[in-house]
């Protein structure tokens, strides 16, 4: 059996309201986005697809090299050495 739990009026009243408020909130309608808002999101969803790689490729590693600079990379060149 369930115990049961005598609460005055006022507190019956408190907990009453607050479920109502936050049935409200959670099936409260979301307002529609305005037209510039929805073209954008459009427009992102016409660009998604696979994003261009960032990590080097290992067919050709001689293109992934940075160009040398500075004295030592000179050197290491060929360069002139003072």
């Known amino acids: ?4 739990i005598d609460i ?13 408020e936050r049935l409200q ?7 529609e986005l305005p037209p510039s ?3 954008q999101v459009e427009r ?3 660009l998604e697809g696979p ?3 960032i990590v080097p490729s290992m067919e050709h590693p001689e293109t992934n090299r940075a160009p040398m600079r500075g004295s030592r ?10």
């Open 51 to 53: 994003s261009p790689s």
């Open 37 to 39: 808002i929805k073209n």
């Open 73 to 82: 990379d000179r050197r290491l060149a060929g360069g002139d050495e003072k």
């Open 1 to 4: 059996m369930h115990n049961r």
């Open 8 to 20: 005055d009026r006022r507190h019956s009243l408190a907990i009453s309201r607050e479920i109502g």
């Open 25 to 31: 909130a959670s099936l409260r309608v979301e307002p």
């Open 44 to 46: 992102l969803r016409e």
